[in-house]
């Protein structure tokens, strides 16, 4: 498999249909639950689907998509982080999950950073969005601590949602 990016301790690389069980693992109410997709990757199948629908069609589709984050000490994919077209902002969303034994030790924050590198150097992206639910106070340091701009805010299904984008 090709590693897309690579950082002192994680690596981001495609998805593959053998991924499923690890797109399941980390799909639970705890990691998803600022999301707003919640509840979509209920099994095995759904998490296959969403591999083969989604990601690998909108690495065909963009040139990019979500990577698998493999966690380098353990060689274990231990959520995603990467670029999204979405339609709604007319460029790329950066976006991350991880499981949650690996929250509190700076990896969304390496992966964000390195995903964000990437999109701009070599995607050549700009500008780059990234939206966040307001009660997710530890997801919207991470953002602003790479450096982006609050653009707005808007309501979406009964969230507050504050969207930032590279300068």
């Known amino acids: 498999m090709t590693i897309k990016i690579d950082t002192p301790r994680l690596q981001m690389r495609e998805f593959t249909p ?9 799909s639970v ?21 969403v591999i083969n629908d989604i990601w690998l069609a909108e690495y065909r589709r963009h040139g990019y ?17 990467g670029l999204k077209y979405e339609p709604h902002l007319g ?7 991880m499981l949650p034994e690996y929250w509190g030790q700076g990896l ?24 966040v639910v307001a009660e997710n106070h530890a997801s919207r340091r ?13 309501q979406e299904a009964g969230w507050t949602v504050h969207r930032y984008r590279t300068r």
């Open 18 to 26: 053998e991924d499923a069980a690890a797109v399941l693992a980390f």
């Open 29 to 49: 109410p705890e990691v998803t639950r600022y999301t707003g997709d919640a509840g979509a990757i209920a099994t095995l199948a759904d998490a296959q689907r």
């Open 65 to 81: 998509a979500r990577y698998a984050l493999v966690h380098k000490a353990d060689q274990r994919v231990i959520g995603f982080c």
């Open 91 to 97: 460029g790329p969303d950066l976006g991350y999950r």
């Open 108 to 131: 969304a924050t390496e992966a964000a950073a390195a995903a964000l590198d990437y999109g701009q150097q070599v995607l050549k992206l700009d500008p780059i969005y990234a939206e």
């Open 142 to 154: 991470i953002i602003e601590k790479l450096g982006l701009v609050w653009q707005c805010q808007y």
